[in-house]
């Protein structure tokens, strides 16, 4: 076969393979290609976005009759804004008056005994004087501790019976008992109409007054004494008892009334259900 023939053209050299048939021709590297090509140069890194730019002090436009008359600033900054007037009037100056009330205004009476106290504070309330009755007696039907609750809170006990029939006196003892509830006697130490009425338990009476005169130091803030023992400070509030259906099985263990329901209710000494 024929030798290849170069061409005399450095920039560009083909080589040339003369064949039977064809004729192919293959690009040779340069001279100048094959010297090193210098590295190609970093990418520049990209520019820092320009910093935000500081928001434009607004300048403070001084009121013209502000300049005029100073002494209008001074008198605006020393006079204090006035408060906002609350929605619940009537609720604020209830709330008022019971942050100012003093637990340990007024007197506080003491005795040689329960009943001495609690006699001589009802005295020092109602204006009504014991005399040679006995305790229950004198507070039998009702018109003394009704003067008293209404001296602690006026109109607390609008109606007072003044009649001698049984039941318009029990009807004053049980509306002194209502009032007990409103000034804050707990209900474990209200006493029921007949332990006063029917003298069953004097000891019960004495103790709700006594508590009563206690409780009215924080519940009754216009009420100035005098009191009865220490101010309670004890925050206690009576719950009502969840309410149960009465079936055949109420009042039995749990377990007892499931072995009931099931028909279980078979045992053998030593054994479990």
């Known amino acids: 076969s024929p030798k290849p023939r170069k061409s005399k053209k450095r920039k560009s050299e083909r080589v040339t393979f003369r064949t039977q048939d064809s004729v192919m021709e293959f690009p040779t590297p340069s001279v100048s290609s094959l010297q090193e090509a210098p590295e190609p140069a970093e990418p520049a890194a990209p520019a820092a976005p320009a910093a935000a730019a500081a928001p434009a002090k607004k300048e403070s436009v001084v009121p013209k009759a502000a300049i005029e008359t100073p002494g209008a600033a001074e008198a605006s900054t020393t006079t204090p804004a006035a408060a906002p007037a609350s929605k619940g009037g009537k609720g604020s100056a209830k709330a008022a008056g019971v942050a100012a009330c003093d637990p340990n205004r007024g007197e506080t009476i003491t005795g040689a005994n329960l009943e001495e106290e609690v006699t001589l504070w009802i005295q020092a309330v109602s204006g009504d004087s014991r005399g040679d009755e006995t305790f229950g007696k004198w507070l039998k039907d009702g018109r003394v501790l009704c003067s008293v609750a209404n001296k602690i809170q006026p109109g607390i006990i ?116």
């Open 158 to 273: 609008p109606n007072v019976n003044s009649s001698k029939m049984p039941f318009k006196q029990m009807e004053n003892v049980t509306a002194f008992i209502q009032a007990c509830r409103k000034l804050g006697v707990l209900e474990k130490d209200v006493f029921s109409t007949v332990d006063l009425f029917e003298a069953k338990n004097l000891a019960s009476v004495q103790r709700c007054i006594f508590n009563l005169g206690a409780a009215v130091r924080r519940t009754a803030p216009d009420f100035q004494g005098p009191f009865l023992g220490v101010a309670q400070n004890a925050k206690v509030g009576d719950k009502k008892r969840e309410s149960q259906v009465l079936t055949q099985y109420t009042g039995l263990r749990q377990d007892i009334a499931d072995e009931l329901r099931s028909g279980h209710n078979v045992r053998v000494a030593g054994q479990g259900p």
